[in-house]
């Protein structure tokens, strides 16, 4: 009986191995209701009392909700930007909905572009995965 729970316990573990690693670098986030991924390269960040900048940063993005709320997570000690909401207008596009910062997202596959400026911070992104 135990070798039967060993052999079990080995698929569950299997199974959830590839759950979690699913999204490949070929997911496009705006083709999937739930995202997940890292991307690499030029982060800054800047407000009346920090100017953060790095050409060796990380963005970590999360698709959440009803595949319209997105959520960045940065390095460097870089605030983060939660539930931004987008809608999806043609192939692969998202545009902003209720905002009242000033801001430019472009995300896909392989390539994170952020401006964001609001309330006097500034957040910046330029990065590939």
């Known amino acids: 009986m135990k070798n039967v729970f060993k ?14 690693t699913s999204c490949s670098r070929d997911d496009d986030p ?3 209701d739930f995202f997940a991924g890292t991307y690499k390269g030029s982060i ?11 050409d ?8 959440i909700a009803s595949g319209t ?4 997570r940065f390095s460097n ?16 596009s998202l545009v902003m ?7 430019y997202v472009r995300i896909d596959n392989k390539e994170l572009k952020i ?9 910046t992104a330029n990065c590939t995965r």
Request: hydrophobic share 40%.
């Open 7 to 20: 052999i079990l316990g080995v698929f569950v573990l299997l199974f959830a191995l590839t759950s979690i």
């Open 30 to 32: 705006a083709d999937n």
């Open 44 to 54: 800054s960040y800047k407000d009346s009392s920090n100017d953060i900048a790095t």
């Open 56 to 63: 060796t940063g990380e963005v970590f993005v999360t698709k």
């Open 69 to 72: 709320k997105y959520n960045f």
């Open 77 to 92: 000690s870089i605030p983060d930007l939660n539930g931004l909401q987008f809608e999806k207008q043609g192939d692969n």
């Open 97 to 103: 909905v209720g905002s009242n910062a000033l801001v």
């Open 115 to 123: 401006y964001y400026k609001a309330d006097g911070k500034t957040w």
